[in-house]
C-alpha cells in the first residue's frame, strides 16, 4: 500500500428502507435500485438517456431455495469516496477513484437468509455486486446460474465475439443486437471453437453503441473464486442475462460465506474516448497487495516465437511421439528434426540482436523437453518445466545473456495439464531465481486434465491466480496465454503483467485478423489489463516465409508501429524476426524508441471499429509517442498537439502510410518524416485502409 495516497473522506448515511435513487459524484450517472415485489430489481440512467432498464438481479442455487425472489430491502447505505492513487505501472501516473456507493441490505423472510448488494457510481459507470454475509441460514452453497439482467433499451450495435467456455481467439462481429442469432455459425465457423453454449451467447467485455449516440460496455471487475460471466441475450426484449462458465459437472460456482461475487460493470459515456480513458475496472479492483513491488518491471522483448507460429518450424526437438514417460525418454536416442529455433546458437543470435538494439529479454519457446505431445493427445506425456532440450545450453546462454545485460524470458506450455503444472511450479519458479529470469509467458492450450474444467471455470480462475500470487514470492512476473479474460487484478496482482486471452497476432499467420481487430480490442479486451498482442510483423505475405501459410497479416508495416502505442501493455513483443527488421531498420527505430510506461495518456480520436489515436508521455521523460490504427476504411485526421508543454519546441519523427500504401497489396509502403513542432502544431495525416501512423515526439530545447 505504499503507493496508496488516500485524499478524500469517507462518510456513510443511512438511508430509509425504499426505492433509492444515487448519483455519481458529477451527477451525470445514476442507478435506481430496489426490491419489487421481493426481486432486486436495478436501472441506470445517463443524464436523461436510459442505459439499463429495470433488472432484476438473482442467484440460482443447486438444491437449495433461490436467491431471486422473496426479499425485503432492511437498509441502505450511501457513501462517497474519493482517492487517487499510482499504479505500479499504467497508462497514466495517478489514478483517481471517485464514486457514489449505495449499500443495500437484503432478507429473505421465508429463510431467513441475507443478501447485500453493492453498487459503486462513478460518472462513467457502475460496478456492483453481491455479497454474502457470514450468517447461520447461507454457510456454503453452489450457484446453479446467475442471473443477473441488463435490459438494453433497444436494438443497439454491439461488438462481440461467441459465448465460448474455453477461447477467446475470435474476430469481433459487428451487428444489431437482433443479428446476433443470423450471425453466430459465420461468428464460430471463423474459428476452430469449442463450447457454444446458445445462438445468442456472447462474451464480455461487450461493447455496445445505441442510436442515440451512448457508448456501453459490460464486463466484470476482480474475478477471484467465481466462474466468468458471459452474456445471454433474449433477443426478443433484447435483455442481456449473466450465464456463468459452467464446472464439468454443470455447477457454475462453489460458495462459502462471508463471500462476494465479481462486479459487473456497466460503463456508459456519450464520448467513445472516455471508454478507453476510463478507469472503471482497476478502481473496482482491491489496492496493491504487495509491500514491496521494486521487482516489477515493464519489459520489452524479441523472442524466437514468429519462427515458429510465423516460418513453420517447431518447438519439439523431434518428431517422435513418445510412447514413454517423460523421465525414461531418452533424447540422445531421438533423431533431431533439425528446425528447433531454441537451440543454442539461435538463441545467441536473439541475445546479440537484442542487446544491440536495446531490448530487455529474449523469449525462448520450445526450450524445454515435452513438445512432442504438447497438444496432449494422450496426456500421458507432459512436461517438467525444468528439463531443457539437449541443444539448448540453459546455464551457458543465461550467463551469456547476463553478460550482455539482457535477460531471458521463461516459457512454460501447460498443455492444459494444470494438476501436472501446480505439481511443477514451485520447482519451475526456483529453476527461474537460479538462472535469472524474472518473467514467464505461460500457456493453457488443449482441454484440461484431468476433469475437464473449462478455461473460464472457477476452478480454473483460482489456479491462474495462484500461479501468479506463487509467481510473487519469487520476483516473478506473469504472462499468461489462454487464461481466462482480465478483470483488472493487475491492480491489486501487478506481477500479472499480461495476458493474451484474445486473438492475437499468432492468428495473422494462421489466417488472418480483420483489419478493424485492433480498432476493437482496446475497447474490449483491453478494458480490463493489458494484453500481450506481439506486434511489429514486419513481412506480411506469410506464404512468402512459410508456403504452407493460410495467413496474411492484415496491416501495414506503420500501423504496425501505431501498435506499440494504441494496444497499451507494459510489456512488449517485437514479435518478427532479426532478418525482418533488418530490412527496414529506419522503421524499426520506432520500436526501439517506443516506451512501456507511461505519465500521461490522451485518447483523441476514437471510434470501435473504425479508428483509435492516442498520444501517451513516456514515464518520467518530456517524450511522447502518438499511435493511429485505422479499420479498412482508413482514417484522415488533423491531429492537435496541444497535449505538448506550452513554449518548448520538438522535433516529431512521424512514420506513415505511404500514400499508395494498403494492408492488402502494399503494406510495406511508408515514409518518415521530421517536422518542428510546439503546442500550436497541427499535423494532418492519413492512414491507409488497415493502416495508422507512429509518431515520437522529443523535446529539442
Ligand atoms: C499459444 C500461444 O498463444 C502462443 O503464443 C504460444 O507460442 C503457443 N501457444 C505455444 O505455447
Ligand atoms: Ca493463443
Not at 449516440?213 to 433484447?238: P, R, T, W
Amino acid at each position: 500500500m505504499n503507493k496508496f495516497h488516500l485524499i478524500a473522506a469517507f462518510a456513510a448515511v443511512a438511508l430509509s428502507a425504499s426505492a433509492t435513487e444515487v448519483k455519481s459524484p458529477d451527477g451525470t450517472v445514476s442507478l435506481d435500485f430496489e426490491v419489487k415485489d421481493g426481486v432486486p430489481t436495478y436501472t441506470l440512467d445517463y443524464g436523461d438517456k436510459v442505459v439499463i432498464k429495470p433488472s432484476a438481479l438473482g442467484l440460482e442455487l443447486v438444491n437449495d431455495t433461490d436467491l431471486m425472489d422473496g426479499f425485503e430491502l432492511v437498509s441502505t447505505k450511501e457513501s462517497t469516496f474519493d482517492e487517487t492513487w499510482q499504479p505500479v505501472w499504467g497508462e497514466t501516473r495517478d489514478i483517481r477513484n471517485h464514486y457514489t456507493e449505495l449499500l443495500a441490505e437484503l432478507r429473505q423472510p421465508a429463510t431467513g437468509r441475507l443478501m447485500n448488494l453493492r453498487f459503486r457510481v462513478y460518472d462513467d459507470g457502475v460496478g456492483f455486486r453481491y455479497e454474502f454475509p457470514t450468517q447461520p441460514n447461507l454457510v456454503y452453497f453452489v450457484v446453479a446460474e446467475e442471473h443477473t439482467q441488463f435490459a438494453m433499451n433497444g436494438d443497439h450495435i454491439a461488438w462481440w465475439i461467441a459465448g465460448d467456455y474455453d477461447t477467446q481467439e475470435y474476430d469481433y462481429t459487428e451487428s444489431r443486437l437482433s443479428e446476433i442469432r443470423g450471425k453466430m455459425q459465420g461468428a464460430i465457423s471463423s474459428n476452430a471453437s469449442q463450447t457454444q453454449f446458445s445462438p445468442t451467447g456472447v462474451q464480455t467485455s461487450l461493447q455496445l453503441k445505441t442510436d442515440d449516440g451512448l457508448y456501453i460496455n459490460i464486463h466484470e471487475a476482480a474475478l477471484v473464486d467465481y466462474s466468468c460471466m458471459h452474456l445471454n441475450l433474449d433477443d426478443k426484449n433484447m435483455v442481456f442475462e449473466s450465464w456463468l462458465t459452467p464446472d464439468a459437472v454443470g455447477n457454475k460456482a462453489y460458495m462459502q460465506a462471508p463471500a462476494k461475487t465479481p462486479w459487473r460493470t456497466v460503463m456508459v459515456s456519450d464520448d467513445a474516448r472516455q471508454m478507453l480513458a476510463s478507469n472503471l475496472i482497476l478502481n473496482l479492483n482491491d489496492p496493491c497487495a504487495y509491500e514491496d513491488t521494486s521487482w516489477i518491471k515493464p519489459v520489452k522483448y524479441v523472442g524466437v516465437w514468429w519462427e515458429m507460429i510465423g516460418h513453420g518450424k517447431q518447438w519439439s526437438y523431434t518428431y517422435d511421439l513418445p510412447s514413454v514417460k517423460l523421465d525414461s525418454l531418452d533424447y540422445s536416442k531421438t533423431k533431431p528434426h533439425g528446425q528447433h529455433p531454441a537451440n543454442t546458437e539461435n538463441v545467441k543470435r536473439y541475445i546479440d540482436f537484442a542487446a544491440e538494439h536495446g531490448f530487455d529479454q529474449v523469449l525462448v519457446e520450445g526450450w524445454n523437453v515435452g513438445w512432442e505431445d504438447w497438444f496432449g493427445h494422450s496426456k500421458d506425456y507432459v512436461f517438467d518445466f525444468v528439463t531443457p532440450y539437449p541443444d539448448f545450453d540453459l546455464d551457458g546462454l543465461n550467463k551469456y545473456a547476463a553478460s550482455k545485460g539482457v535477460k531471458l524470458m521463461m516459457h512454460h506450455e501447460t498443455s492444459g495439464s494444470v494438476r501436472n503444472y501446480e505439481r511443477h511450479m514451485e520447482e519451475a519458479y526456483n529453476l527461474m531465481n537460479k538462472y535469472g529470469y524474472n518473467a514467464v509467458k505461460s500457456g493453457y492450450v488443449g482441454n484440461m486434465i484431468p476433469r475437464g474444467e473449462h478455461h473460464y471455470g472457477q476452478w480454473l480462475n483460482n489456479h491462474y491466480l495462484y500461479a501468479v500470487t506463487e509467481a510473487a514470492k519469487h520476483k516473478i512476473m506473469v504472462n499468461a496465454h489462454e487464461a481466462v479474460r482480465p478483470t483488472g487484478l493487475c491492480r491489486t496482482y501487478p506481477n500479472l503483467i499480461g495476458n493474451e486471452s484474445a486473438r492475437g497476432t499468432e492468428y495473422e499467420s494462421f489466417a488472418g485478423n480483420k483489419p478493424s481487430h485492433t480498432t476493437v480490442l482496446p475497447f474490449t479486451r483491453l478494458q480490463g489489463g493489458p494484453m500481450d498482442y506481439t506486434p511489429g510483423i514486419f513481412e506480411m505475405d506469410m506464404k512468402k516465409v512459410n508456403p504452407n501459410s493460410a495467413g496474411h497479416v492484415n496491416s501495414t508495416l506503420a500501423r504496425q508501429l501505431a501498435l506499440y502505442v494504441t494496444m497499451y501493455s507494459p510489456l512488449q513483443m517485437a514479435a518478427d524476426v532479426p532478418e525482418s527488421y533488418e530490412r527496414f531498420m529506419d522503421a524499426f527505430q520506432f520500436i526501439k524508441d517506443v516506451a512501456v510506461d507511461w505519465d500521461d495518456s490522451r485518447y483523441i480520436e476514437a471510434e470501435p471499429g473504425r479508428y483509435i489515436v492516442v498520444a501517451r508521455k513516456a514515464k518520467g521523460k518530456d517524450d511522447w509517442f502518438v499511435g493511429c490504427t485505422a479499420s479498412e476504411h482508413g482514417h484522415d485526421t488533423v491531429l492537435p498537439l496541444d497535449f505538448l508543454d506550452k513554449g518548448r519546441k520538438y522535433k516529431a519523427t512521424i512514420y506513415a502510410d505511404a500514400p499508395d500504401a494498403h494492408y492488402l497489396d502494399n503494406p510495406q509502403a511508408y515514409t518518415i518524416s521530421t517536422k518542428t513542432v510546439n503546442a500550436k502544431s497541427r499535423l494532418k495525416l492519413k492512414a491507409a485502409p488497415g493502416g495508422g501512423f507512429a509518431i515520437s515526439i522529443t523535446p529539442v530545447d
